[in-house]
């Protein structure tokens, strides 16, 4: 290593150790505050709390839409099921409700169901589920 290098390196190295010593002083300081030997019990940071999520849409309830799906009475013909898609509204028809519940089962950061009816032959809505 030529002698340029190596000053350079050594200047580098005496900074870094300057920087240690800088930080012990400050670990000094803080322990003497807190009342603790070194280390001590890291105080608790603003940064440590997490904010809550805003509720989001109509307010669900208490049973789940997947363990509320029941098979179609009567005079029901078909599901209405409106969901969310990578922020799109999608509406779809079915007439099982296997296919419903493998919906209800995909949910997540881009599915949301929001809500699912029955209908009759004409098409009028008999239930919310």
Same mark, same amino acid.
């Given at each position: 290593?030529?002698?340029? $290098? %190596? !000053?350079?390196? &050594? +200047? #580098?190295?005496?900074? $870094?150790?300057?920087? *240690?010593?800088? !930080?012990?002083?400050? @670990?000094?300081?803080?322990?003497?505050?807190?009342?603790?030997?070194?280390? *001590? =019990?890291?105080?608790?940071?603003?940064?440590?709390?997490?904010?809550? +999520?805003?509720? =989001?849409?109509?307010?669900?309830?208490?049973?789940?839409?997947?363990?509320?799906?029941?098979? #179609?009475?009567? +005079?029901?013909? =078909?599901? $209405?099921?409106?969901?969310? %898609?990578?922020?799109?509204?999608?509406?779809? #028809?079915?007439? @099982?409700?296997?296919?419903?519940?493998?919906?209800?089962?995909? %949910?997540?950061? &881009?599915?949301?169901?929001?809500? !699912?009816? =029955? #209908?009759?032959?004409?098409?009028?809505?008999?239930?919310?589920?």
């Amino acid at each position: 290593m030529n002698v340029d $290098r %190596q !000053i350079l390196l &050594n +200047r #580098l190295l005496l900074e $870094r150790e300057a920087q *240690w010593v800088r !930080i012990h002083a400050a @670990e000094q300081a803080v322990a003497a505050l807190l009342g603790e030997p070194y280390p *001590w =019990t890291r105080p608790a940071l603003p940064s440590d709390q997490r904010g809550r +999520r805003k509720a =989001t849409g109509a307010p669900r309830s208490a049973a789940a839409p997947r363990e509320r799906l029941r098979k #179609l009475e009567e +005079r029901e013909t =078909t599901y $209405r099921v409106v969901y969310r %898609q990578f922020g799109k509204t999608v509406t779809e #028809l079915h007439a @099982e409700p296997e296919a419903l519940r493998t919906l209800l089962a995909a %949910q997540g950061a &881009n599915v949301a169901v929001e809500r !699912i009816e =029955t #209908l009759d032959a004409a098409g009028a809505v008999v239930a919310v589920l």
